[in-house]
């Protein structure tokens, strides 16, 4: 079983930044994939961002050019800052691992940007 833990969200500004981060109970090295998820009240979970474990970084239409996914792999952490924040980006943002053919989770952390 993985344990992931996600921390730094909370309440921002329009144009304001945050960064997200996400403690694992394993070596995040051996995993394939970690990644950030959001969903906002109403809507089907999405992908924000992901980085291998050779880190290749794939993200969603909406979060190019703001934010950034990154690893520390002595720490078992994953990163995601987030840049030019807008209401729109208002959600709920999980934590997600890839180990072999499993998928974990965290359990999240809101993150409201105000107008």
């Known amino acids: 079983q993985v344990q992931l833990v996600e921390s730094g969200g909370g309440l921002v500004q329009a144009g304001g930044s945050l960064r997200l981060s996400c403690a694992a109970s394993?070596?995040?090295?051996?995993?394939?994939?970690m990644g950030w998820y959001r969903q906002a009240p109403g809507k089907q979970r999405e992908l924000v961002a992901t980085?291998?474990?050779?880190?290749?970084?794939n993200y969603a239409d909406s979060a190019k050019g703001r934010f950034t996914i990154s690893r520390d792999n002595a720490k078992n952490t994953v990163y995601l800052r987030m840049d030019s924040l807008k209401p729109e980006d208002t959600a709920v943002y999980y934590c997600?691992?890839?180990?072999?053919?499993?998928?974990?989770w965290g359990q999240g952390t809101q993150v409201t940007v105000s107008s």
């Open positions: 997600n691992a890839q180990v072999d053919l499993l998928s974990f």
């Open positions: 394993i070596s995040i090295f051996s995993t394939r994939a």
């Open positions: 980085i291998t474990s050779v880190g290749s970084r």
